[in-house]
């Protein structure tokens, strides 16, 4: 069954949202990779290939959009990002 996925703000890489963030987890220690490895589990554990994930707000920081992006692609799903507060939209696929 194909399923649509909304989701924003997931601030891979973003290791000073999680000094602003305490409800984050990871932001105790502030440890980015924990918590980027963290979303990357929810994200295998719940999305299958065949399903659409429209990702609305800051997927991450612009100079390492690309490396956020590949982490995505290797779970081959259609994915679609709005990095809004550049208005820079992107299929990921």
């Known amino acids: 069954m194909n399923q649509i996925y909304f989701t924003a703000d997931l601030h891979f890489g973003h290791s000073n949202i999680l000094k ?22 929810l994200w295998k554990s719940t999305v299958d290939k065949r399903d659409t994930v429209y990702i609305l707000h800051f997927l991450t920081l612009e100079d ?3 490396a956020a992006t590949e982490k995505i692609r290797q779970y081959d799903c259609n994915t679609f990002a709005e990095y809004a507060q550049n208005n820079y939209r992107s299929d990921v696929r």
């Open 20 to 41: 602003h963030s305490p409800k984050r987890p990871f932001s105790d220690t502030v440890d980015i990779v924990a918590h980027d490895e963290w979303l990357l589990d």
């Open 64 to 66: 390492i959009y690309n």
